[in-house]
Every structure is written in C-alpha cells, then in structure tokens.
C-alpha cells in the first residue's frame, strides 16, 4: 500500500469546490432513468449518454472531481474512439469504479439487504486499475421501517463495507465507503438522526477493525433527512444541523472528506442542504457532494435521447454542477437557480 499515494487522491476527491458526479447506474438503473425519458437503454445509447456528460467541458473542468464509473462505461469509448476514461481524466478528473454487485435479500432478516462483491474483489480491483480507475465505490442500503434495521443487517453491511475498503487500499485504489440510510419511509428526521449514527458508528469500529487507513478514504452517507412520505419535512437549517451532530458524533477528523449521496431528494434540496452545512460548519472534514440523481436528473430530461439536445443538456449539467460547487463552499444562493431558469 502506498499510503501517499492514496491521501493524495483523497485530497484530490474533495478538493475545494468541487465534487464527484455518480454515474454509476448499474444496467436495471439506468433503464429506469431511461424508460423515465422514453429512451431505450442499449450500449450504445447508454454510451452516447455519458459521452455527454463527460464532454461537457465547463462542468466536468471546473466542478467535478471524479466520476463513478459502472463496469460497462469504464470499458466504453466515445463515438470517436476515445475511452471514456481518457475524456474524464482529459477534463481533470479522476476515473472510478462501482464494484459492488449490489444490494441482495438478507437470510432471516425480512425486507433488508446485504450488499455483495467481496469475492474475487482483489483480482477485479487489479483489472479495474489498470483500466483507469483510482478509486472505487461500494453502497450498502440500510432501510428504516419498524423494527429495521435489526443489528445483524447493519453489522454484516459495516463489515462488508470494511473489508472491500480494505482490499481497496491494498491495490492503492481510494475507498468510497457508502452506507445509505434510505429516505424512503414515513419516519421523521429525529429517527433517521438515530439510526444514521448507529450506522455509522458500526461502519467505523468495523473500519478500524479491518485496518483501513482513514486518512485513504472518502466517506459518502445520507443526509439526516425525514423520510419521503413523512407528514412533515425538517426545514434546511435543521437538516444541516442535525446532519453535521451525528457526523461529528461519528466521524473522526482524519477522515479527509465527506461526499453527500443526494438520495432522492429535489436537485434544489441536495443543493440547498449542502450549501446549509458549508456556511455553518467549522467541520474537520471537506464536506461536498457525490451526487447521482441531483445531477443528472436536469440534463437527462434536457437530452431526451435526441442529438439535437446535446448542447442544452450538456449546459443543463453544468448549472446542477455550478450550483453544487457553490454549495460546497457555502456560496450558493437560491436567485442564482432562479435567473438559469
Ligand atoms: C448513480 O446511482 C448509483 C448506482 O445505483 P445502483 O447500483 O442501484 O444502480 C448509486 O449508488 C449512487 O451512486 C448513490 O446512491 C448516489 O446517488 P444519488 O442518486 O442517491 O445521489
């Protein structure tokens, strides 16, 4: 393990102003995305797609620092022949790599999942990186209902997420570790507050157990959030606040940076509660954005499957990515969403 080599990258990660753009929709996803566009989801569409995210010049030079790969795109090449890694590290950014196999049913424990991928992960790093990627990305999904999420579910979850970031760091390769506490429920932002820092407090004894080096590692959680079909959703300011306690409580300093998942909030939202957090936090930690659906959900809608789209949807994706780098320095402000519009 070259330990340098990976805080650099870190670093580089969640650099002043920027954050990382999460295009890692595994194929089921991105037909969602698709079908929500009416666009057919084959290769070559899918490639067609993220060429035009990655071509987009002024977001991806300015705003972005990464970008998740999904194992079909990190083989992919653009229309003219270039890989789509070398037009990603052409922008400046850093390539990388999805390689969880996703959420699977958890025996005896109804409604929850473990995420799978830890076999043959050292020798599908070793391929990865030598693909481009120097980074990589694993999601563990806790859901929250009653009686979920039951301890067995969260400590088999932190500790597959220690031992893939572990085989990471072992093959100089980043580890973005994401424990997701899904938005989805009724429960209020008080209960997500509880089991975020529950989750994440086994995340990082399961961390520390595993060895990984925490100065070599970005973490990508959720926001303390109400659940979607809550009667009754927390303003911004409590949504930062109560965000930044539970990380505080849980996530030491040496961690370098903090990558937001957006989790199915509104573009605003992610955004808004992002910039929240910048203006009041005096936190250790870089706090910016890996964001998916907060960013692609504007230009996708733009693009449409059509050519013609290409240009709009391109400066689309680069006002979600301007918005959320002004967020990332605590500068954002709500006119400025306004007047693009
Ligand atoms: C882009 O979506 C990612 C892949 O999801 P699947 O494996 O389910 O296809 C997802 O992991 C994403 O990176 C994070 O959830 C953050 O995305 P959002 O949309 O929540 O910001």
Not at 228 to 252: D, F, G, H, I, S
Not at 312 to 328: E, G, I, K, W
Request: proline share 5%.
């Amino acid at each position: 393990m070259n330990l340098d080599h990976l805080t650099q990258t870190a670093a580089a990660m969640v650099r002043p102003g920027k954050g990382i753009l999460a295009a890692d929709e595994s194929s089921g996803t991105i037909k969602k995305r698709f079908d929500a566009i009416g666009v057919e989801s084959t290769p070559d569409n899918r490639r067609d797609y993220r060429e035009l995210l990655f071509r987009s010049s002024d977001a991806m030079k300015s705003y972005i620092s990464g970008v998740i790969l999904y194992d079909e795109t990190i083989r992919q090449a653009a229309n003219d022949g270039t890989p789509l890694v070398k037009l990603i590290e052409q922008a400046g950014a850093i390539p990388g790599i999805k390689v969880d196999l996703g959420a699977k049913p958890l025996p005896f424990c109804p409604g929850e999942t473990i995420t799978e991928g830890l076999d043959g992960l050292r020798e599908r790093l070793k391929e990865y990186a030598g693909l481009g990627a120097r980074f990589a990305k694993w999601r563990a999904v806790i859901d929250v209902g009653e009686g979920v999420p039951s301890w067995t579910a969260v400590r088999a979850n932190a500790h597959a997420l220690a031992r893939y970031a572990a085989l990471c760091q072992e093959q100089d390769v980043v580890p973005i570790v994401e424990p997701e506490v899904l938005m989805d429920g009724a429960h209020d932002i008080d209960r997500c507050a509880t089991v975020t820092e529950f989750v994440l407090k086994t995340v990082f004894q399961e961390l520390y157990e595993q060895r990984v080096v925490l100065e070599g590692m970005v973490l990508k959680p959720n926001m303390v959030i109400a659940g979607k079909k809550a009667p009754v959703q927390a303003p911004v300011e409590e949504v930062a606040e109560k965000t930044l306690m539970v990380l505080r409580r849980c996530v030491p300093a040496a961690v370098p940076g903090i990558a937001f998942l957006s989790g199915g909030q509104s573009d605003q939202e992610a955004t808004a509660h992002l910039d929240a957090m910048n203006r009041t936090s005096r936190a250790p930690w870089r706090l910016t954005f890996s964001y998916g659906r907060a960013l692609q959900a504007a230009p996708q809608k733009v693009w449409s499957g059509s050519a013609e789209n290409v240009e709009a949807a391109q400066r689309a994706f680069s006002h979600r990515a301007r918005m959320n780098s002004l967020a990332a320095a605590g500068q954002w402000r709500r006119e400025l969403e306004e007047m693009a519009a």
